[in-house]
Antibody, heavy 122, light 107 residues
């Protein structure tokens, strides 16, 4: 069974940093692109970032470019999101989502984690 | 960026009704359009990928159609468990973008 389990969400002050993790199981992790998608309280879904199966390609939404870094450790079947210079508008539930293919384009998100809450507030 | 516009933003229908939700892309995305269902407090669940392919395990009452810029999600006979918010998403180009969502309620 494919499973994704996020962790690392917390309350952090504006300007602070946080690292999210997503532990994957039940599939060949390195064969699939992975994504982070967020959802602010009461709002819709926003794609944040993607990384190719090999880790050689990374992609970001303009809203986080230069502040967030996506990475993966295929030996540990784990996806990461390093978030720096956090702002109040980054407050959201962050989901990791598996792409159907090796790259994020032309692919749907066929499996999602339960999400981890990041709150940016003083 | 490709903008995805869903309509309506919400609807209320009776059990057994046929429900349609529309999604329009700001430019052609071929058939790279996916539909998700999200219930409160839960992650989204993939329903339809590639505009019209039914994800494994999804009831056959859900169907998708369209290509280019205009797409439709159809629920052929609304059931109580279909009460949820539905999102379309394009995977044609980065940044990947979602529609604003359609909240479906049962009368």
């Amino acid at each position: 069974e494919v499973q994704l389990l996020e962790s690392g969400g917390d309350l952090v002050q504006p300007g602070g940093s946080l690292r999210l993790s997503c532990a994957a199981s039940g599939f060949t992790f390195s064969s699939y692109a992975m994504n982070w998608v967020r959802q602010a309280p009461g709002k819709g879904l926003e794609w944040v970032s993607a990384i190719s199966g090999s880790g050689g390609g990374t992609y970001y939404a303009d809203s986080v470019k230069g502040r967030f870094t996506i990475s993966r450790d295929n030996s540990k079947n784990t996806l990461y999101l390093q978030m720096n210079s956090l702002r109040a508008e980054d407050t959201a539930v962050y989901y990791c989502a598996k792409s159907r293919g090796k790259v994020h384009l032309r692919a749907d998100f066929d499996c999602w984690g339960q999400g981890t809450l990041v709150t940016v507030s003083s | 960026d490709i903008q995805m516009t869903q309509s309506p933003s919400s609807l209320s229908a009776s059990v057994g009704d046929r429900v349609t939700i529309t999604c329009r892309a700001s430019q052609s995305i071929s058939s790279y359009l996916n539909w998700y269902q999200q219930k409160p407090g839960k992650p989204p669940k993939l329903l339809i990928y590639g505009a019209s392919s039914l994800q494994s395990g999804v009831p056959s009452g859900f169907s998708g159609s369209g290509s280019g810029t205009d797409f439709i999600l159809t629920i052929s006979s609304l059931q109580p468990e279909d009460s949820a918010t539905y999102y379309c998403q394009q995977s044609y180009s980065t940044p990947l973008t979602f529609g604003g969502g359609t909240k479906v309620e049962i009368k």
